[in-house]
């Protein structure tokens, strides 16, 4: 039952993150955007959901069981995801933002997989600090600022999100094979960037 609740957990929070971008994606203000976006960061985390880019980072912390963990939790942030696209589809939003995603997902499938590499690695080491400072920060202010400027940097700077782009990519209705593989370079990134911080912090045993 264990996996069962961890594959559901992960489920809703990829369905979070597909608010986050359906709101992004309706407003033309990006600063406007990226801040209603981490509305869905805030609510996975404050509800203790289970994101794979929110733990990736703690990898190198936890014992060999965590892969599966980690395993179960991107499938269920790809179901969440999809759930979520197939969702918006069928409701009057999507005539408003389905040509905005298209174009998004354009971009992202056009660029070459080294950038998508590199930008991944730079969202996986945003993604880290926003949880680990939620985490350890006192008092919701700065608990909040803690999630909610990280994420806005990262879409203001056009970063690679794995989760968020598979909620674009279903919402676009491009899902191929090299969607797929765009997908797989995002992940290692993603967990690149995540673990950078930690792998300093255990190498010189400063947790």
């Not at 880290?128 to 940097?153: C, E, N």
Request: positive net charge; aromatic residues 14%; charged residues 10%.
């Amino acid at each position: 039952m264990e996996r069962v609740r961890q594959f559901i957990s992960a489920s809703i929070a990829g369905m979070l993150i597909g608010i986050g971008g359906t709101v992004f994606l309706s407003q033309q203000n990006l600063v406007v955007g990226s801040f209603l976006f981490a509305i869905g960061l805030f609510s996975i985390i404050a509800f203790e959901l289970q994101l794979f880019t929110g733990k990736i980072g703690y990898l190198i912390f936890r014992k060999p069981i965590y892969y599966i963990e980690l395993t179960i939790t991107w499938f269920g942030n790809l179901t969440g995801t999809y759930l979520s696209a197939w969702m918006v589809q069928h409701t009057r939003i999507y005539d408003g933002i389905s040509e905005r995603v298209a174009k998004i997902a354009a971009v992202k499938l056009g660029d070459h997989f080294l950038s998508v590499f590199i930008l991944a690695i730079l969202c996986g080491l945003l993604m880290f600090i926003a949880v680990d400072a939620y985490r350890t920060m006192q008092g919701s202010l700065l608990k909040a600022i803690a999630i909610f400027v990280p994420v806005m940097v990262f879409i203001l700077s056009g970063f690679e999100h794995v989760i968020a782009n598979m909620f674009y990519f279903s919402l676009a209705k491009v899902w191929d094979g090299h969607c797929l593989f765009t997908i797989v370079v995002t992940t290692l990134g993603n967990s690149v960037g995540g673990l950078l911080i930690p792998v300093y912090l255990k190498l010189f045993r400063l947790r």
